[in-house]
């Protein structure tokens, strides 16, 4: 089992609950993007260097700048990205190792 980052925008929030239950449920280890964070991005960055693999809630292609540096700061550190669909912006989405489904991504992790 690899240890997983899950952020995006927080007008995600409901969709990276529902991950997070399908985490849970799976007893996969996870680290998880959340408001209460008070280290803002730098708390973000520290869980990108805790995990193996970075994931990307991001309906409708979208990504905003916190997490554009979340992608990057991973891509830097040597970490698979993989993002829910694919990112509107093409210079961005070169970084990423490809598009799952949360059940593509469960199934990813668990072998």
Do not use: Q, T, W
Request: with cysteine; proline share 5%; hydrophobic share 40%.
């Amino acid at each position: 089992m690899r240890g997983l980052y899950v952020c995006g925008s927080f007008r995600f929030m409901r969709e990276m609950e529902e991950l997070e239950g399908k985490l849970k449920e799976e007893k996969i280890g996870y680290r998880i993007s959340k408001k209460v964070d008070s280290r803002g991005i730098l708390g973000c960055l520290e869980k990108i260097d805790e995990a193996d693999v970075v994931y990307v809630v991001n309906p409708g292609g979208y990504v905003g700048r916190s997490v554009s540096v979340d992608i990057g700061y991973a891509y830097a550190r040597n970490k698979p990205i993989y993002v829910m669909h694919p990112i509107d912006d093409p210079p961005v989405m070169k970084l990423v190792n490809g598009v799952l489904s949360f059940e593509e991504l469960i199934d990813l992790l668990k072998h």
